[in-house]
C-alpha cells in the first residue's frame, strides 16, 4: 500500500485492483505486466519522446483508462506528451502549496477518498465567493495538473463523477472571466490524455443563469458528456445520484468537511517525493522536430502550437 492509502487519501485496496483489472478482461497472473511491456517497448521506439522511462505504475493506469486497450493506450500516451509541448503553461507548477498560496481562497479542488460500489471517485471543484480573473482559473487548471498527476500514478478507479459547486459564486462573473481556450486545453487534457472517465457532471447552483455556464460546458465537451451534465439546486438534489455517505459533511454526507480534505490533499501533494516526481513528468513532452510527418494527425490540429508543424512549399 502506498502512504496515500495509509493516510486515508485514497482508500485502495488489493480487492479494488483485482475488481477493476477483471472489468478490462487484464485479471489473470501476467496479463497486465504483459500489456505494460507492449506499451513500454513501444515508447522506446518513438523517436520524438523526450521521456522513454515512464514508471509502470503510470503505464498501467494509461491502460486502465483505455479499458485495456493497448493500441489506444499509445495514443493516449502519444496524446499526453505533445499536450505538454503544445501548452506548456498547464505544466508550468510542480509545487501546490508554495505555487498557490492563495488559490484555496477562490477555489478548492479535491477527490474524495472513498470509492461507489461500481468503482468510480467522486471528485469536487468549488468556486468561492471571491472576485475572479482568468489568471486564477489558469492556477485552478495548473493546480489540477498537480492532482491529475498523482491521480494516475496512485488511483485506481474506472472513471469518476464530478461535482461543480457554484452556490457560493457570481455565474455571471465565471462565465465572462472564463478563458474558452485554456479551459478546451484542459478538458482535452483531462479526457483525452490523461483519460479520465467522466461519468456524470453534477452542477450545484440555484443561480437563474446557470444556464450559461452549461451552455459553456456542452461548447467545450463531447456532445456524449454534455448529455451527462445535471444541474443541482441543492445539496439533497446531489444525494439522488451520489451516495451520502460518500460525500463531505458539507454536502450533507459523512465524510470530512471539504476543508479538512483539502488541507490533506496540500500537504500530500507537496510532499518532495510529489514535488520532484511533477518536475520528472514535466519533461515527458516531444520534440516535434523527430516526429515522422505522417504520424502528425487531425487530432493534433486545432491546439495552440500545431501549425509549427505545418509546411508549404
Same mark, same amino acid.
Given at each position: 500500500?502506498?502512504?496515500?492509502?495509509?493516510?486515508?487519501?485514497?482508500?485502495?485496496?488489493?480487492?479494488?485492483?483485482?475488481?477493476?483489472?477483471?472489468?478490462?478482461?487484464?485479471?489473470?497472473?501476467?496479463?497486465?505486466?504483459?500489456?505494460?511491456?507492449?506499451?513500454? =517497448?513501444?515508447?522506446?521506439?518513438?523517436?520524438?519522446?523526450?521521456?522513454?522511462?515512464?514508471?509502470? =505504475?503510470?503505464?498501467?493506469?494509461?491502460?486502465?483508462?483505455?479499458?485495456?486497450?493497448?493500441?489506444?493506450?499509445?495514443?493516449?500516451?502519444?496524446?499526453?506528451?505533445?499536450?505538454?509541448?503544445?501548452?506548456?503553461?498547464?505544466?508550468?507548477?510542480?509545487?501546490?502549496?508554495?505555487?498557490?498560496?492563495?488559490?484555496? =481562497?477562490?477555489?478548492?479542488?479535491?477527490?474524495?477518498?472513498?470509492?461507489?460500489?461500481?468503482?468510480?471517485?467522486?471528485?469536487?471543484?468549488?468556486?468561492?465567493?471571491?472576485?475572479?480573473?482568468?489568471?486564477?482559473?489558469?492556477?485552478?487548471?495548473?493546480?489540477?495538473?498537480?492532482?491529475?498527476?498523482?491521480?494516475?500514478?496512485?488511483?485506481? +478507479?474506472?472513471?469518476?463523477?464530478?461535482?461543480?459547486?457554484?452556490? =457560493?459564486?457570481?455565474?455571471?462573473?465565471?462565465? %465572462?472571466?472564463?478563458?474558452?481556450?485554456?479551459?478546451?486545453?484542459?478538458?482535452?487534457?483531462?479526457?483525452?490524455?490523461?483519460?479520465?472517465?467522466?461519468?456524470?457532471?453534477?452542477?450545484?447552483?440555484?443561480? %437563474?443563469?446557470?444556464?450559461?455556464?452549461?451552455?459553456?460546458?456542452?461548447?467545450?465537451? +463531447?456532445?456524449?458528456?454534455?448529455?451527462?451534465? %445535471?444541474?443541482?439546486?441543492?445539496?439533497?438534489?446531489?444525494?439522488?445520484?451520489?451516495?451520502?455517505?460518500?460525500?463531505?459533511?458539507?454536502?450533507?454526507?459523512?465524510?470530512?468537511?471539504?476543508?479538512?480534505?483539502?488541507?490533506?490533499?496540500?500537504?500530500?501533494? %507537496?510532499?518532495?517525493?510529489?514535488?520532484?516526481?511533477?518536475?520528472?513528468?514535466?519533461?515527458?513532452?516531444?520534440?516535434?522536430?523527430?516526429?515522422?510527418?505522417?504520424?502528425?494527425?487531425?487530432?493534433?490540429?486545432?491546439?495552440?502550437?500545431?501549425?509549427?508543424?505545418?509546411?508549404?512549399?
Amino acid at each position: 500500500m502506498t502512504e496515500s492509502t495509509k493516510r486515508d487519501i485514497l482508500q485502495i485496496n488489493a480487492r479494488t485492483v483485482q475488481d477493476v483489472r477483471k472489468e478490462y478482461d487484464l485479471d489473470k497472473p501476467g496479463m497486465m505486466d504483459q500489456a505494460i511491456d507492449i506499451l513500454y =517497448d513501444w515508447i522506446q521506439k518513438q523517436e520524438h519522446f523526450v521521456k522513454k522511462d515512464f514508471r509502470r =505504475d503510470y503505464l498501467e493506469r494509461i491502460i486502465i483508462s483505455t479499458k485495456g486497450s493497448v493500441e489506444k493506450a499509445k495514443k493516449r500516451m502519444d496524446k499526453v506528451c505533445t499536450m505538454r509541448t503544445m501548452v506548456p503553461n498547464l505544466f508550468e507548477k510542480c509545487h501546490a502549496k508554495n505555487d498557490f498560496p492563495r488559490l484555496h =481562497d477562490w477555489y478548492i479542488n479535491l477527490n474524495m477518498p472513498t470509492i461507489t460500489d461500481d468503482k468510480y471517485r467522486i471528485f469536487i471543484a468549488k468556486i468561492n465567493n471571491k472576485p475572479l480573473s482568468a489568471s486564477v482559473f489558469l492556477e485552478a487548471y495548473q493546480f489540477s495538473v498537480i492532482l491529475c498527476e498523482y491521480m494516475k500514478l496512485h488511483d485506481y +478507479t474506472i472513471g469518476y463523477h464530478v461535482v461543480v459547486d457554484l452556490r =457560493d459564486t457570481n455565474i455571471l462573473d465565471v462565465v %465572462s472571466k472564463i478563458d474558452l481556450v485554456d479551459l478546451r486545453n484542459v478538458m482535452t487534457l483531462y479526457t483525452d490524455g490523461y483519460g479520465f472517465r467522466i461519468k456524470t457532471i453534477h452542477v450545484l447552483s440555484n443561480s %437563474s443563469m446557470i444556464g450559461a455556464f452549461v451552455d459553456i460546458l456542452k461548447q467545450i465537451l +463531447t456532445a456524449k458528456l454534455g448529455q451527462r451534465i %445535471s444541474v443541482c439546486k441543492t445539496v439533497e438534489g446531489l444525494h439522488e445520484y451520489l451516495p451520502k455517505h460518500l460525500l463531505p459533511k458539507d454536502y450533507g454526507g459523512e465524510q470530512k468537511s471539504i476543508s479538512i480534505l483539502y488541507d490533506q490533499w496540500l500537504e500530500e501533494l %507537496s510532499l518532495d517525493k510529489h514535488v520532484e516526481y511533477m518536475e520528472e513528468m514535466r519533461g515527458a513532452c516531444t520534440n516535434e522536430t523527430l516526429r515522422r510527418p505522417d504520424k502528425f494527425n487531425d487530432d493534433y490540429l486545432g491546439m495552440p502550437g500545431s501549425f509549427k508543424m505545418l509546411h508549404v512549399d
